[in-house]
């Protein structure tokens, strides 16, 4: 059973850089793509982007300027990184494998508040 | 882009009423979608895969169908517990869009 756990500050000032990573146990790490979702009252669900293995990403170009996702092979971890962070990009944040057609499963998500 | 368009955005029902959720995508995406329930405060959980296939575990009174285009979840016979925003997602190509929800309510 494939399992994701995450975890990252949840409390930021405007302007830093939000940092999440996300631990995979169970199955494989290898030949999937890991994403990065977010939810807000205000968006609704919205993907923010994905990675596989290897390094290789695909960005939402509603962030693709400001964000970073990384991988960790080596730890089956990956890590999502938004920097000049504003109240708007408050939200739950989840980390969750999404590919093609296979099962997709869901970590149980991060809450982040950007205030001063 | 790829954007999912759920229908209708809200819904009435009462238990032991069968319900069908439409989700459309702008352009066909074969079978790469899923669909979701989110009750308030958790994550969304997963129901079907694959436009048809069903998680394990999940009761066997929903369903979903479709390709191309235009898909269905249907839910057979509601359940009290059934009563949540429904989801649909894409996994076809990025970004991974979804749709806006549908909202079951009694």
């Known amino acids: 059973q494939v399992q994701l756990q995450q975890w990252g500050a949840g409390l930021l000032k405007p302007s830093e850089t939000l940092s999440l990573t996300c631990a995979v146990y169970g199955g494989s790490f290898t030949g999937y793509y890991w994403s990065w979702i977010r939810q807000s009252p205000a968006k609704g669900l919205e993907w923010i982007g994905e990675?596989?293995?290897?390094?290789?990403?695909n960005y939402n170009p509603s962030f693709k300027s400001r964000v970073t996702i990384s991988v960790d092979a080596s730890k089956n971890q990956f890590s999502l990184s938004l920097n000049s962070v504003t109240a708007a990009d408050s939200a739950m944040y989840y980390c969750?494998?999404?590919?093609?057609?296979?099962?997709?499963?869901w970590g149980q998500g991060t809450l982040v508040t950007v205030s001063s | 882009d790829i954007q999912m368009t759920q229908s209708p955005s809200s819904l009435s029902a009462s238990v032991g009423d069968r319900v069908t959720i439409t989700c459309r995508a702008s352009?066909?995406?074969?079978?790469?979608l899923n669909w979701y329930q989110q009750k308030p405060g958790k994550a969304p959980k997963v129901l079907i895969y694959g436009a048809s296939s069903l998680l394990s575990g999940v009761p066997s009174r929903f369903s979903g169908s479709g390709s191309g285009t235009d898909f269905t979840l249907t839910i057979s016979s509601l359940q009290p517990e059934d009563f949540a925003t429904y989801y649909c997602?894409?996994?076809?190509?990025?970004?991974?869009?979804f749709g806006q929800g549908t909202r079951l309510e009694i």
């Open positions: 352009q066909s995406i074969n079978t790469y």
């Open positions: 969750a494998r999404l590919h093609g057609i296979t099962a997709p499963y």
């Open positions: 997602q894409h996994t076809y190509i990025a970004p991974l869009n």
């Open positions: 990675i596989n293995h290897s390094g290789s990403t």
